[in-house]
C-alpha cells in the first residue's frame, strides 16, 4: 500500500481521524515489506519516530496548534545530520565519525512543523555520482523495475517516494542528484535557488554548487515540504538570508501569465532519445509553449561544473585521499585522486566561465519565465550497464544521466523536475527552469501540468 | 619544490597542450606521478590507470572550455566580502 499523500495525512491527523501514532505503525510496516525490495534505508529511527509521533498526538489532544506537517513520516539522505546518529554519507570513511550533535537546520526546520523523521537513506560515496551503485552499503534499486538504477546520487531519496514507503524525502542536488533520481523514479523534486534553503548540517560535496530540496509524490507534496524548510541562517555562507517566500499559495494561480518556452539548441536538445523528447513534448502542449529559445554552450557549461566539482571535491577529502584511499568506494576512488591533480588554471577559468554562462541565462529569462527541458536524455537503465549510445555514439552511461542537469545547477537557478509516465515504459523527468528566486513560476507550471494529467508519480 | 619534483613535466605546457586534446596517455601517467608527488600524494600502482583515465577525461573538459572564448573582462562569480 502507497503512502497517502503528505497534505492528506496532516489534515486528517488535525481533524482527528487519525493518530499519528498509527501512521507511524504503517509507515514503519510498509518500509519493512518494501525496503528490502530496493533497499532505500539505510538506518530506521524507529525510537526517535515513535516519541515525535506520540508528542503530536499529545499536542493535539491538549488542543495545541499543530504544524503543517504533523504527524508526516518523511526521511533524509544519509548526509544530513540526525541528532545521535553517525552521519555516513554513502561512505565508509565518515562511518567513524562520532554521532551528530545535532539535527540538520532543515530536519530542525521540518521537526518544527511536525514531520516525523523516520529514517536516513541510501546514496552515492560522498554524492559523487548519478546511480547509487554504493559498494558500502549496496545499490539502490528501482522500484518501477529492480534490475535498474534509481537514479542518484540521492538514489534512496527517490525510491523511499516513489515506492510508496514515504511521501517525501530530502536529497542534495550539486549536479543534479535531487532531479536525476526524480526523473528515473518518476516522483516530483525541488533544487532551489542556489542559497535558498541552508546546508547548515548537511554534509558538503562541492560548497560552490551544493543545494538541499525536497522529492514528493506530487506538487503541493513538494511545495508544503519546500515552504517548511525555509528560513534565513546565517550559519551558512550560502545562505541568503532572503524573507520567506511560500510557493504553497502560488499552486491554485494558473499559468496565465507566464511566458513558457522549450529549450533548444544542439546541447538541449541533441542527446534526447525519442523518449525523452515525447516526455519534453507531452509538457511543453500542456503548459502551451510555442517558444523554442537556444540555449548556447551547454557543453562547456557541463565541463566547468565538473573540473570544479573534482577540485572542490577532492580538496575537502585531501585528508582521506591521502590516509584512507582503500576504504574509498571503487567507484569515486580515483575521480577523488585524479582531482587532487588539476592545474590551478582549469579550474579558475571553470570559475570565471560560470559567470559568462549566468549571463547567457539572464537574457533567457529576458524572454522566458520557465523553460522546458528534459531532465535526463533517457529512463532508467539496469544496474551494471556502462555504456549508451546518445546522439549516435557511445558513451559512459553513469556521467550521460547528468548530462541536462549539471549545467543548471552550475548557475543556481531553481528547477522542478517532474514526471512523465508514458505508458508500460521506465518514468522520465523533465525539467521546469525558472530565474534566480523565482520558485514560484516553476511551481506554478508544475500544478498546471498536473492538474492536466500530463505529470503524475 | 615544483621545480625539483616536477622536473620532465612543465604543467603550463601541459595545460596548452590539453587544449588541442593531444596528452596522450603516456603524458598524463607522467603529469599524475609527478604531480602527485610535488603535493605528496602517494597512489599505489592498482589506482594509476584509473586516476589516469580521469585525468585524461578532465583535460577533455578543460580542452572543451578552453576552446570558448570568454572574453578577459569576465571575473569568477565569487565575491570576498572582509
New interface residues.
Given amino acids: 500500500m502507497r503512502a497517502p499523500p503528505a497534505l492528506e495525512t496532516a489534515r486528517r491527523i488535525a481533524g482527528g481521524e487519525l493518530k499519528a501514532a498509527d501512521v507511524l505503525s504503517e509507515t514503519l510496516a510498509r518500509i519493512g515489506s518494501e525496503n528490502p525490495r530496493c533497499n532505500a534505508f539505510t538506518r530506521i529511527t524507529e525510537e526517535r519516530a515513535r516519541r515525535d509521533a506520540e508528542a503530536v498526538d499529545r499536542a493535539r489532544a491538549a488542543g495545541a496548534r499543530l504544524g503543517p506537517l504533523a504527524g508526516v513520516p518523511y526521511a533524509v539522505k544519509n548526509l544530513y545530520d540526525i541528532r545521535g546518529e553517525v552521519t555516513v554519507a554513502g561512505s565508509r570513511i565518515s562511518a567513524d565519525n562520532p554521532p551528530a550533535a545535532a539535527d540538520a537546520f532543515v530536519v530542525e526546520r521540518l521537526q518544527q512543523a511536525g514531520a516525523i523523521l523516520v529514517g536516513a537513506l541510501n546514496m552515492e560515496e560522498y554524492a559523487y555520482g548519478y546511480t547509487t551503485e554504493n559498494h558500502h552499503y549496496g545499490p539502490t534499486r528501482n522500484p518501477h523495475d529492480l534490475s535498474c538504477s534509481a537514479g542518484g546520487s540521492s538514489g534512496g531519496s527517490g525510491a523511499a517516494v516513489a515506492s510508496g514507503m514515504v511521501p517525501l524525502a530530502l536529497g542534495s542536488d550539486t549536479n543534479g542528484s535531487i532531479r536525476v533520481p526524480a526523473s528515473l523514479c518518476g516522483v516530483f523534486g525541488l533544487k532551489p535557488t542556489y542559497g535558498r534553503l541552508s546546508r547548515r548540517g548537511v554534509f558538503p560535496f562541492v560548497g560552490s554548487f551544493d543545494h538541499v530540496g525536497p522529492l514528493a509524490g506530487s506538487v503541493a507534496d513538494l511545495a508544503a515540504c519546500y515552504d517548511a524548510m525555509q528560513s534565513p541562517d546565517p550559519a551558512d555562507p550560502g545562505c541568503a538570508q532572503r524573507p520567506l517566500e511560500p510557493a504553497s499559495p502560488a499552486l491554485q494561480q494558473g499559468i496565465a501569465g507566464l511566458r513558457i518556452a522549450v529549450a533548444g539548441g544542439e546541447y538541449f536538445e541533441g542527446y534526447l532519445t525519442a523518449e525523452a523528447e515525447k516526455a519534453v513534448a507531452t509538457a511543453a502542449a500542456a503548459a502551451g509553449a510555442r517558444e523554442r529559445i537556444d540555449i548556447p554552450a551547454g557543453a562547456e557549461a557541463r565541463a566547468a561544473s565538473l573540473l570544479i566539482t573534482f577540485a572542490e571535491a577532492s580538496n575537502l577529502h585531501q585528508a582521506s585521499i591521502r590516509r584512507r584511499l582503500a576504504d574509498f568506494d571503487p567507484m569515486t576512488r580515483d575521480r577523488f585522486i585524479a582531482g587532487a591533480l588539476l592545474p590551478a588554471e582549469w579550474v579558475l577559468q571553470a570559475h570565471r566561465f560560470r559567470s559568462w554562462y549566468r549571463q547567457a541565462w539572464r537574457q533567457v529569462f529576458g524572454r522566458a519565465d520557465v523553460v522546458i527541458a528534459a531532465a535526463t536524455a533517457f529512463g532508467a537503465m539496469p544496474l551494471g550497464q556502462d555504456t549508451i549510445r546518445l546522439g549516435g555514439r557511445d558513451m559512459p552511461l553513469r556521467p550521460a544521466y547528468g548530462l541536462l542537469v549539471a549545467p543548471l545547477s552550475f548557475i543556481g537557478v531553481p528547477v522542478i523536475s517532474v514526471p512523465v509516465r508514458p505508458a508500460g515504459r521506465m518514468p522520465l523527468g523533465v525539467q521546469l527552469i525558472a530565474a534566480p528566486w523565482r520558485e514560484d513560476h516553476a511551481f506554478r507550471v508544475a500544478a498546471h501540468l498536473e492538474r492536466q494529467g500530463a505529470v503524475s508519480a | 619544490m615544483s621545480g625539483e619534483s616536477g622536473k620532465g613535466v612543465d ?1 603550463t605546457a ?2 596548452a597542450a ?1 587544449r588541442t586534446l593531444s596528452l596522450d596517455r603516456e603524458a598524463a601517467e607522467a ?2 606521478k609527478t ?2 608527488a610535488a ?6 600502482p592498482e ?1 594509476l590507470p ?6 585524461t577525461r ?1 583535460a577533455a ?2 580542452a ?5 572564448p ?2 578577459s573582462d ?5 565575491v570576498y566580502r572582509p
Avoid: K
Avoid at chain 2, 603535493?39 to 599505489?44: A, K, S
Avoid at chain 2, 584509473?50 to 585525468?55: K, M, Q, R
Avoid at chain 2, 569576465?74 to 565569487?78: D, N, R, S
Fill in positions: 604543467a601541459l595545460a590539453a603529469y599524475v604531480v602527485a603535493v605528496g600524494l602517494t597512489i599505489p589506482y584509473g586516476t589516469v583515465l580521469n585525468l578532465s573538459l578543460a572543451q572550455l578552453f576552446d570558448f570568454l572574453p569576465v571575473e569568477p562569480a565569487a
